[in-house]
């Protein structure tokens, strides 16, 4: 759900008095006329919030608090939990601290031990952070509560996506940080988040051999089966050209 | 109204072929164009005006109309060879092209053929409709020619079915779904053709719009693949643009 225009004047109104939309372009970085163009709609984008925000020096988070949709998101946060951490690390990096453990001297060749975390999102976020934070009932509470059927709700986060008001009701819906979502869904860094840094590196360093690797495992069989379908999709469909194109 | 429904499947079959001419000089698929081809010619036959001079020039005793249901036999058989090959369904290929499917085609146009001459010659008439008040033997034969005229439409139509529904059931571009989904249509019009043959009297009046019908909905399907195709490539999705080849 986009913010109301009117409730976004308001808002950047408070944050940039003076400035003019070509300004608030500009700094932000949002293109002139896609902000025109969600002014004219009514209907403006989280990520403008967030990208304004940014250039203004104020943290997105907060700044999207003061919108209605996300009021709640302005209250202290809490602090992420050690599975949505692991969850936002990338498979590759699973893999690089499985093979420093393994071999500590091997690797990098740097001699300084396994290469930082890359920031999140990664190629699988949003699914990994439902599933860390999923009870089993926690798709089903984000459909009745959103209205978003269960099938529209999946397909995004197979698509490593999600609007930003579904991952904050997933977030609600689960009781974890408000903002953990929107870390997932690539919306807001980690830092923005409150997540202390480090957190995530905490987090890896904290799990036994024995987890690490069946973790590894389960995201590697977990992508090696969408990357063969997508290898049928892609094989099936060049049949059809070469037949029927 | 039956008298309009001719000219709706020629012009739909003329200005597939015409669409196809530019891809078929570079020689992509020329299947394709030969099968509107096939098919427009096939519509021409099915008018009135067209079928008396023509039929006229081969001797006025409806010898057009055996060689307009061999067209027709033709016709579908190359669309079953592209579609079974370009779906991937190496059984229904098997029922179409293979030994028992090539069988399946000699004795349909066998008995057609052989029924044809058994009868007395009548005089031209579009779709043979008087060729049973010529004699009572052709009014107990008329119904074996039309069995055997769209038999093989239907045992080639009730083969594809599975192969289609199935295509239209998985993770394809959605216009090649579509088009799949207007070819099972046109299975399902074939065969409900046939059965109209021995249905009664009353229900006959629906008869052109049904046979028309599964025409347009085989030829709209192949224009909707092949669409699908040229959208994907004018976007640099899969498939190699058509000019490569």
């Known amino acids: 759900m986009p913010l109301p225009a009117k409730a976004f004047q308001r808002w950047l109104h408070g944050v940039a008095p003076d400035a003019s939309v070509a300004d608030v372009a500009r700094a932000s970085g949002v293109k002139r006329t896609t902000l025109a163009q969600q002014l004219v709609r009514g209907k403006v984008a989280e990520a403008t919030v967030v990208g304004i925000s940014r250039a203004f020096n104020i943290n997105p988070v907060a700044a999207l608090g003061s919108f209605e949709p996300y009021r709640d998101l302005g209250k202290p946060p809490i602090p992420p939990t050690l599975q949505e951490l692991v969850s936002q690390i990338a498979t590759a990096d699973l893999l690089h601290a499985i093979i420093s453990r393994t071999e500590p001297d091997a690797g990098t060749g740097k001699g300084t031990g396994p290469p930082g975390l890359s920031a999140p999102p990664h190629a699988t976020s949003v699914k990994n952070w439902v599933d860390a934070i999923d009870d089993g009932e926690l798709r089903h509470r984000v459909s009745t509560a959103t209205g978003v059927a269960p099938q529209n709700y999946s397909a995004q986060l197979t698509a490593n996506r999600l609007a930003p008001e579904l991952a904050v009701a997933t977030s609600r819906a689960a009781g974890v940080g408000l903002a953990s979502g929107l870390v997932a869904a690539g919306l807001v860094t980690e830092a923005e988040a409150g997540w202390p840094p480090g957190a995530r590196q905490a987090a890896l360093d904290s799990m036994t051999d024995g987890e690490l690797t069946v973790l590894a495992g389960e995201r590697l069989q977990a992508l090696g089966k969408t990357l063969r379908r997508q290898e049928h999709d892609q094989r099936q469909t060049e049949t059809i050209w070469e037949n029927l194109g | ?136 033997r052709n009014e107990a034969l008329l119904p074996y020619y039309w069995a055997a005229a769209r038999g093989y439409l239907a045992y080639v139509s009730l083969a594809l079915l599975p192969a289609l529904l199935r295509s239209v059931k998985e993770s394809l571009p959605p216009l090649v779904r579509t088009g799949a989904a207007l070819m099972a249509a046109g299975a399902v019009a074939t065969v409900a053709g046939l059965c109209l043959e021995f249905a009664p009297p009353q229900i006959l009046v629906v008869a052109p719009a049904v046979n028309n019908g599964a025409v347009v909905f085989y030829i709209a399907g192949l224009v909707l693949v092949w669409l699908a195709r040229v959208k994907a490539a004018s976007r640099g999705g899969h498939g190699t643009s058509s000019t490569e080849r």
């Open chain 2, 1 to 136: 109204m039956s008298e309009i429904l001719p000219w709706i499947t020629l012009v739909v079959c003329a200005g597939a072929a015409l669409a196809r001419l530019p891809s078929a000089v570079r020689g992509v698929n020329p299947t394709l164009f030969f099968i509107f081809l096939l098919a427009t010619a096939a519509g021409i036959l099915s008018i009135e005006q067209f079928y008396v001079a023509i039929d006229g020039a081969l001797g006025g005793i409806n010898i057009a109309h055996v060689v307009l249901r061999l067209i027709v036999f033709a016709t579908i058989y190359l669309i079953a060879v592209r579609v079974t090959k370009g779906f991937g369904a190496p059984d229904a290929h098997r029922m179409i092209a293979g030994r028992p499917g090539l069988a399946m085609l000699g004795i349909f146009s066998a008995a057609l053929v052989t029924v044809f001459l058994l009868m007395e010659p009548a005089a031209s008439s579009v779709r043979f409709r008087d060729a049973g008040a010529a004699s009572a």
